[in-house]
T-cell receptor, first 115, second 113 residues
Framework: DAGVIQSPRHEVTEMGQEVTLRCKPI?????LFWYRQTMMRGLELLIY????????DSGMPEDRFSAKMPNASFSTLKIQPSEPRDSAVYFC?????????????FGEGSWLTVV | DQQVKQNSPSLSVQEGRISILNCDYT??????FLWYKKYPAEGPTFLIS?????DKNEDGRFTVFLNKSAKHLSLHIVPSQPGDSAVYFC???FGGGADGLTFGKGTHLIIQP
């Protein structure tokens, strides 16, 4: 079974450029999460969707960040304009159901470096 | 104001001995706790979990203990093996939802031969 698929795996971009990260959740999963990992803050939840609808985006750091989920099998996280402090690993994750007993499955992450 | 805290950034244990990873939380509303394991260049993978109605859950070499009064949980790995070397994240959720786990910063476990 295919897991959560993220692209690109690595991205190096210049400050001010637009960055788009992509995610394909596990088929049939109805929850999708975007997390960011940094040394300083660890793993932070940015936003999550349920049935393609954004439920909580309180973790999105600034208006420069936006996320969409146009259908059940695709989501994007966009940063425009990007800044060096956005350099981090961005993880997409999905789960079936929203109960506490439901495991969240992570993708391998997108390593973003903004220079 | 981290709600889930892992105060040890790293831990070194000899192969065959017990590894104990600790986690503290501040939000008494948390009702479900999980441990994730992460290898370099990979995403975190689920390891073991525990509901707040229990104080212990065991799965093979892995056991998680929960002390609600102290708002503390720990992960025991016995015996430790070289493949256990990884970063371990403690996570918590509440309200019956996987709606966004709150993670600690992780503990890097190093198993020495």
């Amino acid at each position: 079974d295919a897991g959560v698929i993220q692209s690109p795996r690595h991205e190096v971009t210049e400050m001010g450029q637009e960055v788009t990260l992509r995610c394909k959740p596990i088929s049939g999963h109805d929850y999708l999460f975007w997390y960011r990992q940094t040394m300083m803050r660890g793993l932070e939840l940015l936003i999550y969707f349920n049935n393609n609808v954004p439920i909580d985006d309180s973790g999105m750091p600034e208006d420069r960040f936006s996320a969409k989920m146009p259908n059940a099998s695709f989501s994007t996280l966009k940063i425009q304009p990007s800044e060096p402090r956005d350099s981090a690993v961005y993880f997409c994750a999905s789960s079936l159901g929203g109960g506490s007993g439901n495991t969240i499955y992570f993708g391998e992450g997108s390593w973003l470096t903004v220079v | 104001d981290q709600q889930v805290k892992q105060n040890s950034p790293s831990l070194s244990v000899q192969e065959g001995r017990i590894s104990i990873l600790n986690c503290d939380y501040t939000n008494s509303m948390f009702d479900y706790f999980l441990w994730y394991k992460k290898y370099p260049a990979e995403g975190p993978t689920f390891l073991i979990s525990i509901s707040s109605i229990k104080d212990k859950n065991e799965d093979g070499r892995f056991t998680v203990f929960l002390n609600k009064s102290a708002k503390h949980l720990s992960l025991h790995i016995v015996p430790s093996q070289p493949g256990d070397s990884a970063v371990y994240f403690c996570a918590a959720s509440f309200g019956g939802g996987a709606d966004g786990l709150t993670f600690g910063k992780g503990t890097h476990l190093i198993i020495q031969p």
